[in-house]
């Protein structure tokens, strides 16, 4: 029983750790890259453009739906690994 | 064929497969009818969030909103899209683990409190009945532009689809009619958009389009519209906002507004695995994603082509943009699609210098050297989807898609919102509280007539609009971020967040968000009764009521938080509940909790 709850709060922790590393990703490459880092990136072009813009138009939306994909195969291993899987 | 019959067989053809399917799909339980079974497959269901999700604002009005304010705009290209992450990793496996209907029983049941579960209920309602309002308003104006029948007419007809196949059908029905909503809408986008990339730069791929060459100056396509708006007084279109903390609240309340909207976690609960809910997630944003990528690129093209359409001289190798301005198209020489749309007053003219030629430009801007008084052309944001395909000039059976396009936007997101108010009241309000002996028949039937009670009220408001409908849809974000999104992802992260913290902090979240907006807006959106001019200068520390909702949802942390320590902790068995749709291990077994 105690090695079933230590190996929960593994589970959980391991998982927050994850989430976090994400949302720091997420937060990145939207508020960061796209809006208040844009000026610092304003030397890097891209098709016309600084990498800021290509940040806030398309580069945030493809790297999100990366972040999501990665988290939902990295949970699915977890799962088995800590025999918490359905 | 005339365009009109083109444009009827398009929109028929859809409406017939979606009642085939209603037929089909029909729901015999209340599983059925509330979470279609659970048996959904993620990618079918990443589908379905996608038309659930894509509404007449995302399908009609959100490339003109990107084509008139450049990169300010993108605010909605991240929020809208960023909310999914939080739903993937803060909220979507956990609720499905959960294992109920819907969103206020899980509140209600986690922090075991009924008011809790009505206060979620009174927020959802009021989010997504202001939300469904511009759903039908949609519809009326896409029947009225392509049907030729006036809007209260093409509502009422859209009302009897919606009516037929989700009370029929419920969850069930909506699920496998949003799939084909979905692909509809997405052929209806992306067709004209290849087109139009392949004109101007080449590429059929509008993403990169947008950042390859313009092809008929050899320069950048991003480099050549901003030459051609500022030459007419507008600000670059890929210029920074000043105001970098209203754009980062801004895109923060959209994002956590989009995670906290019940319609969309109500899809979750519908897959059979905790997995398949983190998969349908990562593939409903990539089926957002094909239009949100689109989108910019249609954004910036349809407005340089717009431009080039009044000043011809501006679409070649320009030496001289003064002199290219100054050769602006007559108003007697006009295109059709102008004319067509003069006839809805969403195009408007008004020869200011009398000289009978078109000049669009930035009004705030001085050019009175040039004999210029004024913008003489207004173009609604709203028309540039609808109208792409008449501006470039393509084949009228694109025309017919549009329509059906458009159509399916905004009656697919109808649906999903008004299947999230039928079940708060026949879950939540009629066997959660008034009557918690009701038989499964009977509640399938309360279901049912809730249904057709929302859609009867959708529609008349839909007909009579409040005067607000611009607004609402930043109401219901604001709710949605401000109470329920951070409710719920504290039952899921704290275990010591108890009844009274959570139901603090979901109603400071409201009220604060609810009184900024009326403030700048009005008390309850009645006109001129504001307290302040709604202007950037006059907002606190230069945050818009738009972007409010993170605030609040700020609020609702921190109350729920220190009412809650300074409280008893929640009982042993709600601490276990927690900890139970943490692991998804025994999934199925959550129901009987």
């Known amino acids: 029983m105690a090695d079933d709850k230590s190996n929960a709060a593994a589970y959980w922790k391991a998982n927050l750790r994850l989430i976090t590393g994400c949302l720091i990703v997420w937060a990145l490459a939207s508020y960061g890259c796209a809006i208040l880092l844009r000026p610092l990136l304003a030397g890097i072009s891209i098709g016309g453009t600084d990498l800021g813009f290509w940040f806030a138009q398309q580069g945030s939306i493809l790297i999100f739906i990366g972040l999501i994909f990665f988290y939902a195969w990295k949970m699915n291993r977890l799962d088995k690994q800590f025999g918490l899987g359905e | 064929m005339s365009q009109f019959a083109i444009n009827v067989l398009f929109v028929g053809g859809s409406f017939a497969v979606y009642i085939g399917i209603a037929i089909w799909a029909k729901a015999g339980s209340t599983k059925d009818f509330y979470v279609a079974g659970g048996g959904v497959h993620p990618i079918t269901n990443g589908m379905a969030i996608g038309a659930d999700w894509m509404s007449a604002a995302s399908f009609i009005s959100m490339a003109g909103i990107i084509a008139s304010a450049g990169y300010g705009a993108s605010t909605f290209l991240m929020g809208w899209t960023g909310g999914y992450v939080l739903l993937a990793l803060l909220l979507a496996p956990y ?23 009505m206060v979620a209920v009174v927020c959802l309602i009021i989010a997504s009945l202001t939300y469904v309002i511009g759903q039908m308003a949609g519809a009326g104006v896409a029947f009225s532009r392509f049907l030729e029948v006036d809007a209260t007419t093409g509502l009422i007809i859209a009302a009897i689809v919606v009516f037929f196949y989700s009370v029929l059908g419920g969850m069930k029905g909506i699920t496998y009619t949003q799939v084909a909503q979905y692909i509809v809408l997405i052929i209806a986008y992306t067709i004209p958009a290849v087109f139009i990339s392949l004109q101007l730069t080449d590429n059929p791929i509008p993403p990169l389009g947008l950042f390859s060459d313009h092809s008929v100056s050899g320069e950048p396509l991003l480099a050549k519209l901003n030459e051609v708006v500022t030459a007419l007084g507008f600000s670059e279109y890929t210029a920074m906002v000043d105001n970098k903390l209203n754009m980062v ?27 398949d809910a983190r998969w349908s997630a990562g593939w409903a944003l990539v089926f957002i994603g094909l239009l949100y990528l689109t989108a910019p690129a249609v954004a910036s093209m349809a407005r340089l082509n717009l431009v080039t359409t009044i000043y011809p001289d501006m679409a070649g190798q320009v030496e001289n943009y003064e002199d290219a301005a100054a050769n602006p198209i007559a108003y007697a020489d006009r295109p059709d699609w102008i004319r067509t749309w003069e006839e809805t007053g969403l195009i408007t003219f008004d020869d200011k210098n009398n000289d009978g030629n078109i000049q669009l430009y930035n009004g705030a801007a001085d050019f009175s050297d040039r004999g210029w008084q004024g913008n003489e052309l207004e173009v609604s944001n709203d028309i540039l ?18 329509a059906a396009g458009g159509l399916a936007a905004a009656l697919s997101t109808a649906a999903g919102l008004l299947l999230a108010i039928s079940s708060a009241i026949s879950h939540d309000l009629i066997k959660g509280a008034i009557n918690p002996r009701i038989t499964e028949r009977g509640e399938l039937r309360a279901a049912r007539i809730s249904m057709s009670v929302a859609i009867v009220v959708a529609t008349y408001l839909g007909v009579n609009p409040p005067g607000f409908a611009a607004q609402v849809v930043a109401l219901a974000f604001g709710i949605a971020a401000a109470s329920l999104f951070p409710a719920l992802m504290m039952g899921i992260f704290s275990k010591r967040i108890n009844n009274k913290g959570a139901i603090a902090g979901m109603l400071s979240g409201l009220i604060f968000t609810l009184v900024y907006i009326f403030v700048y807006k009005g008390w309850f959106f009645i006109p001129d009764t504001n307290n302040l001019p709604d202007t950037e200068a006059n907002w606190v520390m230069g945050i818009s009521p738009l972007s409010i909702g993170s605030v609040g949802a700020i609020l609702n942390f921190a109350v729920a938080y220190m009412v809650s320590s300074v409280t008893e902790e929640p009982p042993q068995e709600i601490q276990d509940l927690v900890e139970s749709v943490r692991y998804p291990k025994g999934a199925g077994a959550a129901i009987d909790h």
Do not use: C, Q
């Open chain 2, 95 to 117: 609720l499905r683990k959960f294992g109920k209907f819907t969103v206020p029983e899980f509140i209600g049941d986690r922090f075991y409190s009924r008011s809790a579960r």
């Open chain 2, 249 to 275: 609240l801004f895109t923060l309340s959209l994002m956590i507004g989009t995670a906290g909207l019940p319609h969309v976690i109500m899809r979750f609960f519908t897959v059979p695995k905790v997995a």
């Open chain 2, 385 to 402: 989807v609808l109208a792409n395909p008449e501006i470039a000039n393509l084949p009228g059976w694109v025309v017919g898609l549009i």
